[in-house]
T-cell receptor
Framework: DGGITQSPKYLFRKEGQNVTLSCEQN?????MYWYRQDPGQGLRLIYY???????QKGDIAEGYSVSREKKESFPLTVTSAQKNPTAFYLC????????????FGEGSRLTVL | QQQVKQSPQSLIVQKGGISIINCAYE??????FPWYQQFPGKGPALLIA?????SEKKEGRFTISFNKSAKQFSLHIMDSQPGDSATYFC??????????FGTGTRLKVLA
């Protein structure tokens, strides 16, 4: 079945450590996104990528980095520079054509100890 | 203004009742207005969506009402069921790849 796979589902990290969240899609979608979800704040865009080897900052990119070396993969690194990294992270994708629908993965919950 | 304001923050409805969630926007360049449903610990899933050239769209018990002049759109859930208990997000797309999300409404339907 086609879909978006995020891993790990749960991750614990000590302060000062970088962590990388994986996002893989087999939907043949061109655009991929990372969102952060905090209670009462909705979904906030961290980074997005329209094509391979290209990506743009979203509204809260500070302390995060991404790469898009393959169409299927869009990993997110939460660096030690992110001051409040504990959150639920969602990866999403959509086709380049104007269908509009965002498909989401099941999310990764990061907790900084 | 790239914001979508969603209300209420939480909503409790009796089984069989109507759930109504409202969203308002300011940017007239938005061209696509989806609603997403999210269960605890899961990613959001598209529920229903509308484009600004229509005033209403219905899919089963779910209806979007769209008021272009007032820059508002709402989700109506008819005959609400306990299985509808979830968080609902409205969103808007300004004609690009970026989507702007509301802050979410936590719906609880009492059995």
């Amino acid at each position: 079945d086609g879909g978006i796979t995020q891993s790990p589902k749960y991750l614990f990290r000590k302060e000062g450590q970088n962590v990388t969240l994986s996002c893989e899609q087999n939907l043949n979608h061109d655009a991929m996104y990372w969102y952060r979800q905090d209670p009462g704040q909705g979904l906030r865009l961290i980074y997005y990528s329209q094509i391979v080897n290209d990506f743009q900052k979203g509204d809260i990119a500070e302390g995060y980095s991404v790469s898009r070396e393959k169409k299927e993969s869009f990993p997110l690194t939460v660096t030690s520079a992110q001051k409040n990294p504990t959150a639920f992270y969602l990866c999403a994708s959509t086709r380049a054509e104007d269908t509009g629908e965002l498909f989401f993965g099941e999310g990764s919950r990061l907790t900084v100890l | 203004q790239q914001q979508v304001k969603q209300s209420p923050q939480s909503l409790i409805v009796q089984k069989g009742g109507i759930s109504i969630i409202n969203c308002a926007y300011e940017n007239t360049a938005f061209d696509y207005f989806p609603w997403y449903q999210q269960f605890p610990g899961k990613g959001p899933a598209l529920l229903i969506a509308i484009r600004p050239d229509v005033s209403e769209k219905k899919e089963g018990r779910f209806t979007i009402s769209f008021n272009k002049s007032a820059k508002q759109f709402s989700l109506h859930i008819m005959d609400s069921q306990p299985g509808d208990s979830a968080t609902y997000f409205c969103a808007a797309r300004p004609g690009t790849y970026k989507y702007i999300f509301g802050t979410g409404t936590r719906l609880k339907v009492l059995a």
